[in-house]
Every structure is written in structure tokens, then in C-alpha cells.
């Protein structure tokens, strides 16, 4: 029992942050909680467990600090999550490791849940974790035969064992709460935001919906499991006790329902700013109503495709018309909308992209991902495309839902990645568009999706001289902009331009935004 086990959530690759997905840096500027981690620790200190606790990625160490840093803390037993898309880099801190400390390293999440033996035999880790790691991580800190642990697969003599599935939690409720008092706090943020600090909570695990792409559902199960409402709000208390001021509820699926509405309605005496993600077909304007009032600001929704024979292949159960009812429901209630879109499903051709890119314009989310579709091992998504040899790389490292991996029968990967590249030009280079998020900046804070954006842009050119295409995106907006919107006079002189548009302002034009043109400045007023 004196001995010490670390939790670590290491930060041993430059271009992502891994937690529940891995968020590329390049297109995002995202940098989660480790939550899972956060819940493991607290159920060990809670049992008794001497622990340590380091988020690499949070404290924004390199390889190097991050290996001096564990060195540092001398455990004896180290805890760790890993990830499909950081594993070449997660592999090499191992070794090192490894090489400085001989003790067991053990690893939880989706990739061990999904290919365990795989995962042991191609690295130095000792023990693969599947599914849910709570009880599984108590077992081994406490040194119990690793022939008497369920859900683990370990090496024996050279050879890998793999122990029967462990039973998942049925009561939630039995947890403690995520220890967020060894956190770095101030430092994680997400795609959009209105105040910081901010985390993360899950009122619950599991969905007992059949999308065949996701893999969330291999590690807590196909079917909902969820806290009480009462549970949730004494994490809420304790959340505020510590200082936060935004939540993000990031369950696979949050239920419009009774629960959730009792939740909200708990929150609200607390000024949480928060958001929560959900399907089209579990929307109600009831709950939204009631979200609202208590501080909630922003759905994520996954819209995934605007053909509905792609949408039928990914087994979602959703039609076109739920997605744009789901919309009009969160436009009436003046909420934030998130979207995702996939590009590269295998019976998607060119018409079927540009299908998916108009329904994005239209729906017209405030935010919108287009992820290139990456089928995870272990799931039918990915059975189909590797059996009907629609994969065009296999290893571990392509699994972030940015590097194209896979062909359609009508698409090359290369096809695939300019669709997807031009998805966000169309999206994010409209007027329209450009002038609804600067209306918001009074409203709502943007600056997280602003430093998204301009993350964006920049990879999306990352293969083009930049300065090059300033003058095309400028003409392009300019013309919009002068069909869409009142235009004042050219003003040679900028100071006078900048005067104006503030009188402009005072008289109720709050939105009066001057733009440089070839001979002068002009004021563009709503």
C-alpha cells in the first residue's frame, strides 16, 4: 500500500493533445482535461493509494521534461492513457522511460480496450486496460495476481494473456468525483469558450445507439448508463468550490429529458456558462428552454453528412429533416451551434461531398469541423473498409480524423483531402459568415474559435504561399459584402474613416466595420 503509482497523462508528441478524442493543434486550438485519468486517481487515493499526478500536456512539458519530471517523482507503478494517433510518440517516452525506471507501466483507453494484444506486443508497456479502468486500475495498484484481475491483458513469459472482461459499473453514482484539485486548472480550453477556467463533466457512460463508426461504445457498452441528477449537482458545487466558471458536458449522447432538465435547473444558481453535446432526434424545445435560462450557450451536434444514403450506412437512425428541425429549434433559443462533418464515407462521390458542403452552409452552424472519416479498429466501420480494401493507411499513427486514411469507390484519399480543404473555404470565407461572429463578439466570446480559425487558415494553405491568395479572399468578401450589406462613401483619409464609423456606432449601427479597399476605406453598416 506505501507504494506510489503515478498518473500520468504524458505529453510526448508536439502536434496533439489526447483525452477522450485527440484534438490536432494545427486545425484546433483545444486542450482538454484529462477526465478519465482525473476519475482513476481519485477512486485510487480514495481506496487508500499513495498517488502522483502529472498532466504533461496541460503543463505544456516536452519530451524532455516530461521524462525528467517522472524520474522526479520515483512511482513505483505508472498509470497512463494512450491514443491510436500519439502512439509512435507515446512509445518512444515508454522506452525511455523504461530504460531510466524498471517498474510496470499500464495503459487505459480506447486503444488498449480495442486492439490489446496488438498494443503489448509492439510496445514496452506491461498491461493493456480494457473497457472501463476504475475497479481494473484498483486491483492492479493493489497488487493483486494479475491471473486473478479482470479485464487486462498482460505479458506472461513471452506470451500476451488476456483475462476475461471485467463487469462495467452499474451504479455511477459509487464514483468520486474526477480529482480536479490536481489539475493545472487555468490552462485548458476548448474550440469556443466564454469564460475561463473551465472543465468537463459526464453525467453518465455508454449509448445505446448503433453507429458503426464509433468506438466509444467498445470501452463503456451499448447502453446508457447515468448518474442521478443529484450526484451531478454535488460535482457542480464542488466544480464551483474550485474556481470554474464554464462546463462542458461531454457525454457521447446528453438526453433532453427530465433528468437533464432537473440538472439545469440545479446549475443555474451557480452562473455556470456551459454546453453540452447531443443527436437531432433527442432535441426538445422544452429542455432548451430551460438550458437557456440557466446558462447554457452552446450544442454540439453531429450532423455528419448531408446525403441520407450516407447517413444510412453510418446506422445513425437520423434523417436530413431532424438535423434541420434539431437546427431551427436551437436558432429560436439563441444557442451556439457546433457541427461535424465527415468527408470520405464509402459511397460518397464528388456530388455527394458537395451535398454535405451545401446542407453545412445552410444549416449554417456557428462552428463547423469537417473531419476526414477515419474508421477505428475494432469497429464494423472499419471491418467494412478494410475487407472491401478501401484503406489507404493502416498504421496507428493516421487515426486523428484530420490525415485522410481511406478511398470511396469514386474518391481517391487525395480527392478526399481537397474536398475536405474546400469545404472549409466555402464555409468559413462567406461574408455572411465572417459578419454573423463578429456580431457575436458582444454577445458571446469567441475568442477560442477565433484562434481555431486563424489555425485553420493557416494549415489550409499550408501548401500555398499565403500572402498570394490575401488579395483573391479580399475581392471575394469586398464583393459579397456589397451585396449583402450598406456601404458608406470612400474616405481616402483612414483617421477620417475610423471617426465615422464611430458616429456611425453611437447612432445604433453597432455593427459598422470599415474595410480598406484599393483607393480608400470604406464603412460597411448592417
Same mark, same amino acid.
Given at each position: 500500500m506505501n507504494k506510489k503509482v503515478l498518473i500520468l497523462n504524458p505529453y510526448a508528441c508536439k502536434n496533439y493533445y489526447s483525452d477522450i478524442t485527440v484534438q490536432w493543434k494545427k486545425r484546433t486550438n483545444l486542450l482538454h482535461p484529462p477526465i478519465f485519468l482525473a476519475y482513476i486517481a481519485a477512486f485510487l487515493r480514495s481506496n487508500g493509494i499513495n498517488i502522483a499526478f502529472l498532466d504533461a500536456a496541460g503543463e505544456?512539458?516536452?519530451?524532455? /521534461?516530461?521524462?525528467?519530471? #517522472?524520474? %522526479?517523482? /520515483?512511482?513505483?507503478?505508472? #498509470?497512463? %492513457?494512450?491514443?491510436?494517433?500519439?502512439?509512435?510518440?507515446e512509445k518512444s517516452l515508454f522506452v525511455a522511460i523504461k530504460e531510466k525506471l524498471r517498474l510496470p507501466v499500464v495503459s487505459v483507453g480506447i486503444h488498449p480496450t480495442l486492439v490489446p494484444e496488438e498494443f503489448l506486443k509492439e510496445s514496452t508497456f506491461d498491461i493493456a486496460v480494457r473497457k472501463e479502468p476504475e475497479l481494473t486500475c484498483l486491483d492492479i495498484a493493489k497488487g493483486l495476481e494479475l491471473k486473478e484481475i479482470k479485464g487486462i491483458s498482460y505479458r506472461d513469459d513471452g506470451t500476451i494473456v488476456r483475462n476475461p472482461d471485467r463487469e462495467l459499473i452499474e451504479n455511477l453514482d459509487i464514483l468520486p468525483f474526477p480529482a480536479r484539485d490536481l489539475f493545472p486548472h487555468k490552462n485548458y480550453r476548448l474550440s469556443s469558450y466564454k469564460r475561463k477556467p473551465m472543465t468537463v463533466i459526464f453525467t453518465g457512460r455508454g449509448c445505446h445507439f448503433n453507429c458503426i463508426h464509433c468506438g466509444q461504445q467498445v470501452v463503456w457498452g451499448h447502453r446508457r448508463r447515468v448518474r442521478s441528477a443529484k450526484n451531478v449537482i454535488k460535482e457542480i458545487e464542488e466544480i464551483h468550490k474550485?474556481?470554474?466558471?464554464?462546463?462542458?458536458?461531454?457525454?457521447?449522447?446528453?438526453?433532453?429529458?427530465?433528468?437533464?432538465?432537473?440538472?439545469?435547473?440545479?446549475?443555474?444558481?451557480y452562473n455556470f456558462s456551459w454546453k453540452f453535446g447531443t443527436r437531432a432526434d433527442l432535441i426538445n424545445e422544452e429542455a432548451l428552454k430551460i438550458f437557456k435560462k440557466a446558462g447554457c450557450y452552446e450544442v454540439f451536434l453531429g450532423v455528419e453528412s448531408g446525403d441520407e444514403k450516407c447517413l444510412g450506412w453510418l446506422n445513425k437512425g437520423i434523417n436530413l429533416k431532424q438535423i434541420e428541425e434539431a437546427f431551427k429549434m436551437c436558432r429560436k433559443n439563441k444557442l451556439f451551434i457546433n457541427a461535424t462533418f465527415m468527408i470520405g464515407l464509402p459511397r460518397e462521390n464528388r456530388e455527394s461531398v458537395i451535398k454535405t458542403i451545401e446542407l453545412a452552409k445552410k444549416l449554417n452552424p456557428d462552428y463547423a469541423t469537417f473531419y476526414a472519416f477515419t474508421p477505428i479498429p475494432g469497429t464494423l466501420a472499419f471491418d467494412f473498409y478494410k475487407s472491401n480494401s478501401l484503406l489507404t493507411k493502416e498504421n496507428w499513427n493516421s487515426i486523428d480524423f484530420q490525415k485522410v486514411c481511406v478511398k470511396t469507390k469514386y474518391l481517391s484519399s487525395k480527392e478526399i483531402e481537397e474536398l475536405i480543404n474546400e469545404a472549409y473555404k466555402q464555409f468559413y470565407f462567406r461574408i455572411s459568415y465572417i459578419f454573423k461572429m463578429l456580431k457575436k463578439i458582444n454577445s458571446f466570446s469567441i475568442i477560442g474559435a477565433i484562434c481555431s480559425l486563424w489555425r485553420l487558415i493557416i494549415s489550409l494553405f499550408k501548401r500555398e504561399n499565403l500572402n498570394n491568395r490575401v488579395k483573391e479572399i479580399k475581392e471575394k468578401i469586398l464583393e459579397e459584402a456589397k451585396k449583402e450589406y450598406k456601404f458608406s462613401e470612400i474616405f481616402e483619409d483612414k483617421r477620417i474613416a475610423l471617426k465615422k464609423t464611430k458616429t456611425?456606432?453611437?447612432n445604433g449601427f453597432y455593427f459598422a466595420i470599415p474595410i480598406k479597399e484599393n483607393n480608400g476605406w470604406r464603412i460597411f453598416i448592417e
Open positions: 505544456n512539458l516536452d519530451f524532455r /521534461k516530461n521524462l525528467k519530471r #517522472i524520474i %522526479k517523482i /520515483k512511482p513505483d507503478l505508472i #498509470i497512463t %492513457k494512450t491514443h491510436f494517433s500519439t502512439w509512435n510518440w474550485l474556481g470554474y466558471k464554464e462546463i462542458s458536458f461531454e457525454d457521447q449522447i446528453v438526453e433532453c429529458d427530465e433528468r437533464m432538465i432537473e440538472i439545469a435547473k440545479g446549475i443555474k444558481k456611425y456606432r453611437q
